[in-house]
């Protein structure tokens, strides 16, 4: 559940700054297909390709961190 919410989290912050599943990929130096089982929630993020993911994004892991029910 959690690893879902991180997933959607992720996908709608790449997308809002105009990244393609390829070209994200390639800026955290992971495959396509891992990428895409972290947005589906299949993965959970670790905790070094989110610090990746916030510094390409060019926001905080607290902004991208889904939000406390």
Known sequence: MEAEK???RIRAFRKLKGYTQDSFS???GVSVSILGEIER?????PADL???ASEVLHISIEDMAPPKE
Not at 41 to 45: L, Q, S, T
């Open 26 to 28: 390639k800026e955290l």
């Open 50 to 52: 989110l610090r990746r």
């Open 41 to 45: 929630g299949n993965r959970m993020p």
């Open 6 to 8: 991180w997933g959607r």
